[in-house]
Each structure stands twice: as C-alpha cells, then as structure tokens.
C-alpha cells in the first residue's frame, strides 16, 4: 500500500543503533516526501533520484551493482543511510551514497527509509525482477549453484563455523525487524560483492560483526551458491508447514 500523509512508525524495538532521536512511542515519517527524494532527489544539495540506480521500480539492477531496496526493512534502511552519513559505511559501488546521505537531514533519511519499506510489489512483479543467472552466466559473471546455496542457507556449513543464513534472515531470507534484512531475491551482484566485503573487513558495520564472522570462513564458491539460491528463491512469506505470517515483513502484496 502507499500512502501520502504521515503517519507513525512503530517496531522501533533496538532502533537506538540507527537514529538516536527515535523515540519509544515512535516517531512520524511523510511518505509523500519520501517519494518525491526517491523520484527526484533533492536538488538543493544535490542529491539525485534513488530511481537512478535502484531503478523505478525499486528493485536494483545486477547490471550497476546496486541491490533491490523495494519492501526493505526500514529500521535496516534508516540505519543505513545513517551509517552512510556518518562514514561508518563507505559506498565502494556507486561511489556517492555518502555523500547522497550526508545531503538529506535526519528526518528526510527516514522518510524515504519508509517510503522504501511499504513499497510492497505484487507477486508478479516481484518474480520478474529477480537476477537472472543465465544472463549473468553468459555476461562471463561467476555464478553460484542454486542447490549448493540452498545446503548452506538452510544449514551452514559446519566443519568451517558458518552459521545458516535462515537463523537470522528468517526463512528463505525473508527478513526479521529489526536489524535483519531481507536478502531473498536480492540482486545476485549485490549479494556476492557485500559478503566479499564482510569477508575482507571493507564492510564494517554489522552490528556485533555478525556478517564478518560468518562471511570471514566463505570461499568464493560458498558466496556464489548463497547468492545463487536467495537471488532466485522467493522470499515467501510463509515458512513450511506455517501458515502464520511474521509480525512484520511480507516481501509482496497478496
């Protein structure tokens, strides 16, 4: 659903970590200015569109690198352009998101933080949109094994202590509020460079290095299977045998 009026964000639950003016009864974000920074930037401090690089549609582009933001969790979000705006984040892709976040204020980060999290595709749209192996495959991209990835999503991988991804991005990497994102269907480029970068250190600011930890003990091929299997595999709502839907993150509309 969107919306254009403001209205108030709840679940800020351990949201401390990424806006300190957070408040415990929420705060008030406008949607309708979130929009307009995704649309069409900020042209006072130069900031461009969000669209330019994530896409209209929000979904990213494997082509440019830069990951699907549509439906996000938006306490993940806001923390980010936070860490970018504070340099605790270094964008090494792009090569502007630092200084993309330095000019918006607090309040328009969170903003379009939450314009990003309620921008619920429909199902269709969402499938789509995912990375497409073979064309990267073709494009001379290495490209993971679906079936590979899946053993350590769900499992891990034991004999090097790499814990499974599903113990805390959730079932199919759906996401879990609040500082877990959603990582399934997430662009294949994005995913394979970002846990490249908790691997060597260049990303640092997973809150109690959690991602550094378990990307640290990844050879390339273990990243490329993960990315191969969330990229594709749909973030479904539902767990096997649930049929109860999580507090909070649906990655479609029904």
């Known amino acids: ?63 440019l690198g830069t990951p699907r933001l549509a439906g996000q969790i938006f306490q993940f979000i806001a923390k980010q352009l936070q860490d970018y705006a504070d340099d605790k984040r270094e964008d090494t892709t792009m090569y502007i998101m630092n200084s993309n976040a330095k000019g918006l204020t607090a309040q328009e980060r969170l903003d379009v933080s939450a314009y990003i999290a309620e921008w619920q595709h429909d199902r269709e749209t969402v499938d789509k949109s995912v990375s497409d192996l073979n064309t990267l495959r073709a494009n001379g991209v290495e490209v993971g094994e679906t079936y590979l990835g899946k053993s350590i999503v769900n499992h891990g991988i034991g004999e090097k202590s790499v814990a499974a991804c599903r113990s805390c ?77 999580p507090a909070r993150h649906v990655p479609y509309k029904h």
């Not at 009026?5 to 949201?15: E, I």
């Not at 250190?201 to 050879?219: F, I, L, T, W, Y």
């Open 1 to 63: 659903m969107r919306y254009s009026t403001k209205f108030a964000v709840g679940s800020l639950f351990a949201f401390a970590f990424a806006v300190s003016s957070a408040s415990a009864g929420g705060l008030t974000v406008d949607l309708a200015n979130g929009e307009n920074i995704y649309n069409n930037g900020k042209e006072d401090t130069g900031v461009p569109a969000c669209s330019g690089c994530h896409m209209p549609d929000g979904m990213g582009s494997d082509d």
């Open 169 to 245: 991005h959730d079932y199919n990497g759906r996401g879990v509020e609040p500082m877990f994102p959603m990582i399934g269907q997430q662009k294949y480029t994005y995913l394979v460079a970002q846990m490249k970068k908790w691997r060597d250190g260049s990303r640092a600011n997973d809150p109690q290095a959690v991602m550094r930890n378990v990307a640290k003990n990844m050879s390339d091929e273990d990243i490329n299977n993960v990315a191969a299997y969330l990229s594709t595999k749909e973030a479904s709502p539902y767990s096997l045998g649930n049929s109860r839907l």
